[in-house]
């Protein structure tokens, strides 16, 4: 059997656009409002963790097709790197996708999908791993395709005979639609009042000319 170890070291992994998503629906916030540093710092330090890194990954919009959003998120991303946080970006790619009207008719609008920001998260997750970087890697994010990667860190932790575990944490409330987190991994449910006291007091929207 695996010995805990008496001070588990952590790595946060925020899948930027996820935890938004969950915030969204969870709150009722409109755009992302969260210090992932302070989060990430919340949740360990409730857990008995020691924080180590934080890793922020996301898509992001080219200025010629948001330059709003890419605004935000070069200044956020921005004050992320001042604060120590590892950052991670790729402009998003853009493709024409197809939805049912509720009158029948059928409606094309150009929708942002993120290409390889999932696949740098998951590689990021497995290579810490194989290197002993830490022993709990928490992962801000309800994406099932990083179920694979749960997997993979349990091979690794019978490979070394060293204890790590994954953790998936996301904000939760009565009008979440999702209640889930990855499968293969413990979940914590953040609450309102946790997620609240971790806001970024910085609005890096581009101000409204008049």
Excluded at 116 to 123: F, M, P
Excluded at 133 to 156: C, Y
């Amino acid at each position: 059997m695996l010995v805990d170890p008496t001070e588990k070291r952590a790595i946060a992994f925020v899948d930027g656009q996820n935890l938004f998503r969950c915030a969204k629906t969870a709150f009722g916030y409109t755009y992302p409002n969260y210090d992932v540093q302070a989060l990430s710092e919340a949740v360990c330090a409730k857990q008995g963790w020691k924080l180590i890194e934080t890793r922020f990954y996301t898509g992001v919009p080219d200025p010629a097709d948001d330059s709003r959003w890419n605004h935000f998120w070069t200044k956020k991303l921005l004050q992320m790197s001042r604060q120590g946080v590892h950052t991670y970006s790729r402009l998003l790619r853009y493709r024409n996708q197809t939805f049912r009207l509720p009158d029948g008719s059928e409606h094309a609008t150009l929708v942002g999908q993120e290409k390889g920001v999932d696949v740098r998260l998951a590689l990021d997750i497995v290579g810490s791993a194989y290197q002993r970087a830490a022993d709990v890697f928490l992962v801000f994010s309800q994406d099932q395709d990083l179920s694979e990667v749960a997997d993979e860190l349990r091979m690794i932790s019978a490979g070394q005979s060293k204890w790590i575990k994954m953790v998936s944490a996301f904000p939760s409330s009565p009008t979440s639609t999702n209640r889930r987190g990855i499968n293969g991994t413990d979940w914590i449910r953040i609450d309102r009042a946790m997620y609240d006291a971790c806001l970024d007091s910085r609005d890096y929207r581009p101000k409204t000319q008049t």
